[in-house]
């Protein structure tokens, strides 16, 4: 069996593409979902890339939440389906309240484009089973609308139950709340990080290692966790 | 035909990078005696017809569904102005009746 696992296209994502290329390369078939279409084509996993959807307008992410695919999307997360939403799909995934709290401008208002360290703080979810937990990898990171909030009573329940995904390490990019890069949902099949793992999945075309330049992989492993995942269940 | 303005404001405990990048601004040009600013966002929305009372629940409700994101904004204001103008004292995008009765 071949695990299939549909990447979703918005007006303005751009990284779907990446997202894609990232599924294959993990060794699953990779399936395009369109925004307009209530179908999610029997995928077994959905990724919601990284872009400015509807051009950020109004909020990031407000407009692409009320697309007839996300209906299916939800109906599919509740029922247990692997579902990862990076950067602008990560901001979707708040915006639907599959994922709480919400992401504001970074403190200082630029735009940020760099590799950037996380720590694995949670290696049970559909997306992180292959990483260890404390684990630090180097991802891509690129935003101006990544500064993660939520109130204290939500920020300690993530923090208590294990739900903080990853943080960032060395230096907080964007002002996020305890240095929270990614959160999952309560059943750990929704995932959302601001950073890019699908920018860090073939050696030559990733971020800089300690040994040498755009050799990081390091973003691999959240698309072999989600498949391996899969296989185990089908 | 009305207009109805809706009014959303980042919460009072959120954090505000916009605002306070202008706040920080205003001294560097001379705006002294401003000691915060705080930045939100106004909607105008013009409906057909009488403003009943149901259209101004549909409005609220849109207001709180997608017009703002009740984890970070609250929609401080949802205003009438009939006869075309929204009331705002004329920042030229068409002023209507009501907005050239203001100005004069």
Sequence with gaps: ?234 | MATILVHVMPKPEILDPQGKAVGAALPRLGFDGISQVRQGKRFELTVDGEVTDEVLANVRKAAETLLSNPVIEDVVQVKVVREGGCGCGGHGHGAGKAEKDLLA
Excluded at chain 1, 95 to 109: A, D, Q, R
Excluded at chain 1, 194 to 220: K, N, Y
Aim: glycine fraction near 12%; proline fraction near 4%; hydrophobic fraction near 40%.
């Design chain 1, 1 to 234: 069996m071949t695990a299939r696992i549909g990447v979703v296209t918005f007006p303005g994502t751009l990284d779907d593409r990446d997202a894609s290329r990232a599924v294959r390369l993990a060794g699953a078939e990779a399936v395009e979902l369109f925004h307009a279409d209530a179908d999610l084509k029997d995928v077994d996993a959905v990724v919601l890339p990284g872009g400015f959807s509807y051009g950020d307008y109004l909020r990031a992410g407000a407009i692409s939440r009320f697309a007839p695919i996300m209906d299916k999307v939800v109906d599919a997360a509740n029922g247990g389906m692997p579902v990862l939403g990076i950067c602008n799909g990560f901001q979707v995934l708040t915006e639907v309240h599959l994922l709480p709290g919400s992401m504001i401008k970074n403190e200082h208002l630029h735009f940020i484009c760099r590799d950037q360290t996380l720590r694995v703080e949670n290696a049970e979810t559909s997306w992180t089973t292959e990483y260890q937990d404390g684990e630090e990898i180097v991802i891509p990171l690129k935003n101006q609308d990544g500064q993660y909030v939520a109130d204290d009573y939500t920020l300690d329940q993530l923090e208590a139950e294990g739900r903080v995904a990853f943080r960032y390490v060395g230096w907080n990019p964007n002002g996020s709340r305890r240095d929270i890069a990614g959160i999952t949902n309560e059943r750990g099949n929704v995932v959302g990080l601001m950073p890019h793992p699908e920018h860090a999945v073939e050696a030559g075309f990733g971020p800089d290692s300690r040994e040498s330049g755009r050799m990081g992989t390091d973003g691999l492993a959240f698309f072999t966790s989600a498949i391996k995942g899969l296989l185990a269940t089908a």
